[in-house]
């Protein structure tokens, strides 16, 4: 059984079908990757799995489970993390504390024993800035662990979203077009990083992504949409041959 | 420059950075505890003042520096806390249930006005606040039988198992603890999972909530605590001046609090202290200057008034990190001397990681 299911998932938005009945499956420990045209629903189907958005009809299964429905703030304790297409980072606060954000579903302090400053909230800390210094040594991060997010350039930037996704232990990522924005060299390292977190962390990987080259690089399972439509769905070889997906990138 | 060198992430959690602020502060209580044997009342009425408005701008940097949400309506807590313990302690209840139920009301109260919030963004938020401020003041007014409506009430010294804190230094001292027990207890949750949390939804409410942070409770604990410390100082406050009555808890008093912390930089707790003892010592210099001016200038009625608001805009103006900004620069120039330059920290965001520490 397949760890992640999406079934006949629809929303509309007015007279906008922006997504339109899309069923997949993603497989514990691969690479799915979603692309695309421009509008073609691919965010919209992360902010659904995300819990941004309701959708109109459909299911989501993860782990078994029915999250359809359920609070955007429960996503992450059930094992789903993501990043977004345009870094949404706490821009006021270190990289360090970044992460230590994305720890919050793993620290189970509470207001009144924060209060105090009891043993178990240092001990909750100092097992949560482990886990995290852990992530800044896999991601190579180091030399800007103190370093406020907001002054940092783009690339890092991104590389610190994957990391605060990362923290939280997720069982599957959903990341937002990684290579957005990044040049040639930073989107080989972040090829590399997607392998590691499947081959090393064991984590499933769902992404959105426009450059083929990466897509063609790590995806186990590609999937084509246009118009919220699924057009094809393969392995990357066979979705980039595949007539209807040629003519929906360059017409007819 | 000084780094202190750490070798275990615990290092990294003390409350003090290093060896020096422990003895900076340890100098501060001891000036803080030696003060009134130095000083006459006035000097000390002063400091009460500044731990009064200064546990009050803790409370609203909290919601606001460090949360993200404005407030209009804290003048409104004070008055509930200020109240609570009064009418509590005239019924012959002793000062620290009167006192805790103080907190506890203002803290109910803003969990209630922290429900709209969830929905409301900026200035809808401010006009929200600043009506809950409106409607407070209207009860206290009108509800007569218990708070003497518009003839304010006489407040009881305060009994501390059967101990009379009557005199300034009494009240100064109680003053002080207190609001060194709310720093410890804000610090202690800026430094935590509330404290990141509620950083977190003030820079990107999306991500906060991918990273599972239950919005709604966050921002409804960050009114309810803030309201609880602003109703805390409102009891002292009540002590402080001995009588009470609803036009001190006007909205220039929201007004003034905001500008305390914004004065004062917004995001540091330094800053909100700062700027409790800059509104505090301003208008004395204000006054000492004026008696160094031609008479004709001096008389003019809106001297003070103008004076202060014009130095208000000038700091927004030229420091917009406040007082604290002044502070953080001050401190590295003692550390960087000799080599200090002006305009070495144009560029960069010196302080600004600190934000959601503390």
């Given amino acids: ?65 029915d999250i359809t429905r359920i609070p955007a703030n ?57 886990r995290v210094e852990e992530i800044i040594e896999f991601l190579r991060l180091q030399a800007y662990r103190d370093s406020p997010v907001g002054s940092l350039p783009y690339g890092v930037r991104k590389m610190v979203e994957l990391g605060r996704a990362l923290a939280a232990e997720p069982r599957m990522l959903l990341l937002d077009e990684p290579s957005s924005g990044l040049n040639i060299e930073e989107t080989d390292n972040i090829g590399m990083w997607i392998k590691d977190i499947r081959d090393m962390l064991g984590i499933t990987v769902l992404m959105v992504e426009h450059d083929m080259r990466l897509v063609g690089a790590v995806s186990d399972r590609v999937m084509a949409l246009n118009y919220g439509r699924l057009l094809a769905i393969g392995t990357a070889g066979e979705v980039q041959r595949d007539p209807a997906v040629i003519s929906a990138y360059l017409g007819n | ?106 803290a109910i109260i803003g969990l209630i006005i922290g429900l709209p919030a969830l929905r409301l963004k900026g200035i809808y938020l401010a006009m929200a606040t600043l009506a809950f401020s409106f409607i407070v003041e209207e009860v206290i007014v009108r509800w007569s039988s218990v708070t003497k409506g518009n003839r304010g009430m006489t407040v009881p010294d305060a009994s501390i198992f059967g101990f009379k804190v009557s005199s300034v230094t009494h009240v100064y001292y109680l003053s002080g603890v207190v609001f060194w027990l709310v720093v410890l207890v804000i610090i202690n949750i800026l430094r935590s999972r509330t404290g990141r949390a509620l950083g977190a939804l003030r820079d990107s409410d999306v991500a906060a909530e991918s990273m ?28 402080k001046l001995a009588y009470i009555s609803p036009e001190q808890f006007g909205i220039m008093l929201s ?19 700062f700027g409790s003892i800059f509104f505090i010592v301003l208008p004395q210099i204000i006054v000492t200057v004026k ?28 420091e917009p990190r406040g007082l604290n900004g002044y502070w953080v620069r001050f401190k590295a120039y003692l550390s960087l001397y000799p080599f200090y330059r002006r305009g070495m920290f144009r560029r960069s965001r010196i302080g600004s990681a600190d934000l959601i520490k503390h």
Avoid: C, W
């Fill in chain 1, 1 to 65: 059984m397949a760890l992640f299911t999406v079934k006949d998932l629809a929303i509309h938005f007015g007279g906008i079908r922006a997504v339109d009945g899309v069923s997949f499956e993603v497989e514990q420990g691969s690479v799915f990757t979603i692309i695309g045209p421009n509008g073609a629903g691919k965010t919209t189907i992360f902010n659904l799995v995300s819990r941004i958005n309701d959708p109109t009809a459909g299911t989501i299964t993860f782990n078994g489970q």
């Fill in chain 1, 74 to 130: 429960k996503v992450a304790k059930l094992g789903i993390a993501r990043t977004f297409q345009n870094i949404e980072l706490f821009d006021n606060a270190s990289v360090l504390q970044n992460m230590m954000v994305g720890r919050h579903i793993h620290i189970g302090t509470n207001l009144f024993s924060e209060i105090f400053r009891l043993p178990s909230v240092t001990r909750a800390e100092i097992e949560s800035r482990r």
């Fill in chain 2, 1 to 106: 420059m000084h780094f202190p060198m750490k070798t275990s992430y615990r290092d990294d959690l003390h409350l003090f950075k290093d060896r020096s602020s422990v003895v900076l502060y340890l100098f501060l209580f001891a000036f803080l505890i030696a003060l009134p044997f130095v000083t006459g009342d006035y000097v000390q009425s002063q400091v009460t003042f500044v731990f009064i408005n200064g546990m009050v701008a803790m409370g609203m940097m909290l919601l606001v520096g460090h949360t993200g949400q404005i407030s209009l309506g804290h003048a409104a807590f004070f008055a509930v806390g200020a109240y609570t313990s009064t009418v509590l302690e005239i019924r012959g209840i002793p000062f620290l249930p009167a006192f805790a139920a103080a907190g506890a009301l203002s």
């Fill in chain 2, 212 to 239: 599972g942070i239950n919005l709604a409770m966050f921002k409804t604990a960050a009114f309810a605590i803030s309201a609880a410390i602003t109703g805390l100082a409102g009891a002292l406050y009540a002590h």
């Fill in chain 2, 255 to 273: 007004v003034e609090f905001l500008m305390i912390i914004i004065v004062g930089g917004l995001g540091s707790l330094h800053g909100a202290v």
């Fill in chain 2, 291 to 318: 008696a160094y001016l031609p008479q004709k200038v001096a008389e003019l009625p809106v001297l003070d008034s103008a004076t202060f608001g014009v130095l208000v805009i000038l700091f927004v103006l030229f």
